[in-house]
Structure formats: C-alpha cells, structure tokens
C-alpha cells in the first residue's frame, strides 16, 4: 500500500504545504508534492507520506465510508500519487485498529468526524493550553469544528488531533457543542416572488405636452416690463436713471 | 420556512465531509440567511456571490454550455462552490482542501430543490 487518501484525513500535500515543506508555485498550479518549491529531503518526504496514510487509514476506520477505489499500482494515476517505497497493507490496518482502540479507552473518547469542539466556558484560549498543539487546538475550537476540521487547519494527524481533544475534554478546557443555528439576514423575513414580467412598451408615467412658460409666471416684478426698452434711445435713458 | 431552511443548511454541514458553511441568498445579493464561521463577512460574501453568477451565468448562455449549474472556486486552503436556487436565489458553499466535491454535488441537488420550494413558498 503506498497511499490512502480519504477526505476524513489531511493528505501529504496539505501536511506539506501547511507546515512549509513544500512552497505551493506562484500564480497557479496544484500546489501537490511534486510542485512548488520542495524543502524536504526524500526520506523526510516518504515519511510524511506514510504518516499521512496510517492517518487516512484510521480515519477511514473510525468514520463512515460512503464510496471507495482501488487503485492498483500500474495505474498511472497510481503512479502520479504515490511513488514510494509502500507499506504492508496488514500492518496499516493493524495500527488504525489498535488507535481506534487506543482512543476509544480514553474517558473523554469522541468521534473525530461527529463531535464538535468549544472552548469551555471560564477558559480563556488566548492564554491556558501548554504545549503547542492544544494552543491550537484552543484557537481553533468554535464550536463548528470536528478533531478532523482541526487536523485540517493544523497540519496534524486527525488522530493526534482527536487524542488530544479527548484529553483536554477530560481537563476541562473543551467541551463538546451543538450545531449552531444559522443567522438570518435581511432577506430572510418573508418568501422570495419572482420578478413581475416586463410589459413591453408600457410606460409609468405617459409624457404630457410639455410646458410653456408664461409671462410673468415665474413671478417677475410687473413694472420691469414697463421699464423694457423699445430702441436704442430708451437704453441711453435707463442708462442714464442707473447713474 | 426559516427552520425548514436552517435545517437544510446545517444538515448539508454534517453530511458531507469537508463542508465548512453556507448562505443562501436572492440573486440581487441581500443575504437570506448564512452558516458562517465569524471569520467570513456573509454579507460582502452575499453581494459578490451574486456578481459572480450574474457573470457565470452569462458565461454559459454565451458559450452555449446548456443549463447553468454551478460555479466551483478552488484556493490553496478550501474552495467556495456557489449554486442557483432556482431563478431567484442563490447557495454558496464553502469547503476546506479536503471537501468530497463529490459528495457535495450528489448532496446539494436534492437540498436546492427542497430549498428552492421554502423559498417560494415562505410562511
């Protein structure tokens, strides 16, 4: 078995990029392990790898699994995925079993894909934790997110992720959440028409004639008009009563 | 219909696996409710969904590709998908880099229907 890949576990790419590894390439591209700029050596590589599918391996186990795909070894997206050294399949589902049993005798055990995780109250998540991953696991526990929406975000193994929840559960520090309801916003008070349809050629408001200006209508002083000049002689004498 | 719907949005956040919230909202981009980590401003998010349906949209009637489905936006830490409810609205689903896209498009079909029928349908 050279790779597992399941959407219950962070891949390598994400393992990768997330914690620097590798460079995803400017401007485009996958950003997978064979792109970008790699700072990892090839052993470094084959272990993130197959640490990444123990992950994937338990995840499968400790979720549910909807559909799945064999992909066998002279298949080139078989290849593409995973040129390494692989894994006795025995031996994989051995260690995903002996974690599910690991997790399950915790006292605090949750489901890694179910269970959503808050701070719990009184806690402050800024400032209590201890070593780094239940810093982040602090950070990010809003009451939305499972160990494996953590394991995401954080680069880690769902299955580091879901013991440590387990164990900060026990210490009190979490505490498991309900779904949230949904806000409603603006639009959300009464159902949503379509549209009326368009009337072609009908018009609001129908033009009337348009208007004429009148005089004196706009409220002229009545005696400028016996002032208005008949020629050029009337315009020497108003020049003249201005002065 | 606003249970019916915050139901249908929360029951789309548990059932597939990498689905990190959602919003539904009209076409002309007034937020009808949202599902959203505090993170993400569901109004800004409700008037640029819109903005790019408008043009996904057109794209498709142009490009003569049939029915308008969906839009799917990939980054390097998730993916935003935004779907048309019918003529009048619209769903926007966000996703982290290991969302079953898969999964999502089985399970977002029947949800828009039944979220499309609320919708017209309201109290």
């Known amino acids: 078995m050279v790779a597992v890949r399941t959407p219950g576990a962070p891949g390598p ?206 409220g002229v002083i009545p005696s400028r008009t016996e002032k208005r000049a008949k020629n050029w002689a009337d315009f020497a004498r108003f020049r003249d009563l201005a002065k | 219909m606003n249970n019916e719907l915050t139901a249908e949005m929360l029951g789309l956040r548990k059932r597939v696996v990498g689905v990190t919230g959602s919003l539904v909202a009209t076409i002309d981009g007034l937020l009808v409710a949202s599902d959203t980590e505090e993170s993400v401003a569901a109004d800004h998010l409700a008037a640029v969904a819109a903005a790019g349906l408008s043009i996904a949209r057109r794209t498709v009637e142009v490009t003569d590709r049939g029915a308008f489905l969906q839009t799917m936006i990939q980054g390097r830490k998730g993916c935003t998908a935004v779907y048309a409810v019918g003529d009048m609205a619209l769903m926007v689903v966000l996703g982290d880099e290991g969302l079953d896209i898969g999964s999502l498009h089985g399970q977002s079909r029947p949800a828009l229907e039944r979220i499309g029928s609320i919708l017209t349908e309201g109290e």
């Open chain 1, 13 to 218: 790419e994400t393992l990768l990029t997330r914690t620097g590894r590798i460079v995803p390439p400017e401007g485009g591209g996958r950003g997978g392990e064979e792109n970008g700029v790699r700072k990892v050596g090839i052993a470094e590589l084959e272990v993130v790898r197959m640490v990444s599918a123990y992950d994937a391996a338990f995840a499968i186990i400790a979720g549910s699994v909807e559909d799945c795909m064999l992909r066998a070894g002279d298949e080139p997206q078989a290849q593409e995925q995973a040129p390494g050294w692989g894994e006795d399949p025995g031996s994989l589902v051995r260690e995903a079993l002996r974690r599910a049993d690991a997790l399950i005798a915790l006292p605090h055990a949750v489901l890694p894909h179910d269970d959503l995780v808050a701070v719990a109250a009184g806690v402050d998540r800024e400032a209590e934790g201890g070593t780094p991953i239940r810093r982040e696991i602090l950070l990010l526990a809003d009451g939305r997110r499972t160990c494996r929406d953590i394991a995401y975000a954080t680069a880690h193994g769902v299955y580091a992720v879901a013991v440590e929840v387990s164990r900060m559960l026990g210490d009190g520090l979490l505490e498991r959440a309900v779904p949230g309801e949904p806000r409603l916003g603006g639009a959300g008070e009464g159902p949503i028409l379509p549209r009326r349809p368009v009337v072609e050629g009908a018009v609001l408001d129908p033009p009337q004639a348009l208007p004429r200006r009148t005089p004196g209508g706009g």
